[in-house]
C-alpha cells in the first residue's frame, strides 16, 4: 500500500542521511542542510588511471607487497647461506695446576651443502616468496575489478540521467500537457489526467531516488588517503 511505501522511503531516506553524517565523520543523527539539485557532470575519467590510484592508495596493499620484499631478502640470505661455507675463529688462555700457561687456537669450517637443513630453509621461504606473491597479484586484480565496477556503474547511471532528462521526463510533462487540454475539450477523460500525473510521478521518483555506492565508504576513505588536503562535498537530489 501507500503507506508501507511511505514507511519504506523514510526507512532510507534515515539510512541515507546516516552514510552520509558517518562520510563527514560526525553522529549518524546530526543534522543535514537541505539538498541541493546535483547536475550530471561531464568530466571524462580513465578507469585503469583510477585502478593505478587505487592501488597506490591501499594500505593493504602496501603491506602485502613488504611481505614479497621481506620474504625475498630472507630468501636471498638463506641461499647465501647455504652456498658458502661458514668459518669459526677461535683462541682461548689455558691456565692448568703445575704446568705453564698456554694459547689454544681454533679453525672451524662448516660446509652446508653436507647437510639439508639449510636448503629446507631454501625451499621454505621460496613457497612462501611465491605465495606471497600471488596473494598481492590477487589482491591487486580485486581493487581493479572493484575500481572497473564502479566506474561502468558510474557510467551507467551518468547515461541513465542522461535519458532521464532528455526523453523520460520531457515525454511525460508534454504527455500532461496534452492530457489536460484533451480534458479541456472534452477528447479525455479525468482519469486520462490523473494517469499521466501518475506517470510522470512516478517517472520523478525513480529518477531522483537517492542511492549509495556500497563501497562509497572506502572510495571516500581512499580519496582522502590520496588527496588529505582536498576538500569532499557529498550532493544529494
Not at 541541493?36 to 593505478?52: H, K, Y
Request: net charge neutral.
Amino acid at each position: 500500500t501507500l503507506r508501507t511505501e511511505l514507511i519504506g522511503d523514510e526507512q532510507r531516506l534515515e539510512s541515507a542521511k546516516a552514510m552520509l553524517n558517518l562520510l563527514l565523520g560526525r553522529h549518524a543523527d546530526a543534522p543535514l542542510g537541505k539538498p541541493q539539485p546535483l547536475a550530471a557532470g561531464d568530466e571524462t575519467f580513465d578507469s585503469r588511471e583510477l585502478a593505478d590510484r587505487a592501488i597506490a592508495a591501499r594500505a593493504d596493499l602496501k603491506a602485502a607487497a613488504l611481505r614479497v620484499k621481506a620474504t625475498g631478502a630472507e630468501l636471498t640470505a638463506a641461499e647465501r647461506e647455504a652456498a658458502l661455507p661458514e668459518f669459526a675463529v677461535g683462541v682461548e688462555y689455558l691456565q692448568m695446576p703445575g704446568e705453564p700457561d698456554a694459547w689454544s687456537a681454533m679453525l672451524g669450517v662448516s660446509l652446508p651443502w653436507l647437510t639439508g637443513k639449510k636448503r629446507a630453509d631454501v625451499r621454505r621461504l621460496d613457497a612462501m616468496k611465491g605465495a606471497d606473491e600471488i596473494a598481492l597479484e590477487l589482491l591487486e586484480l580485486s581493487v581493479r575489478a572493484e575500481v572497473r565496477d564502479a566506474f561502468v556503474r558510474f557510467e551507467a547511471a551518468r547515461k541513465s540521467v542522461a535519458i532521464f532528462k532528455g526523453e523520460l521526463l520531457p515525454k511525460s510533462r508534454q504527455s500532461v500537457d496534452v492530457s489536460r487540454t484533451s480534458y479541456e475539450k472534452d477528447k479525455a477523460s479525468f482519469l486520462d489526467v490523473l494517469d499521466a500525473e501518475r506517470t510522470l510521478r512516478d517517472i520523478n521518483i525513480s529518477g531522483g531516488e537517492p542511492t549509495l555506492h556500497p563501497q562509497l565508504v572506502e572510495i571516500v576513505r581512499m580519496l582522502r588517503r590520496t588527496c588529505p588536503k582536498a576538500q569532499i562535498t557529498i550532493s544529494t537530489n
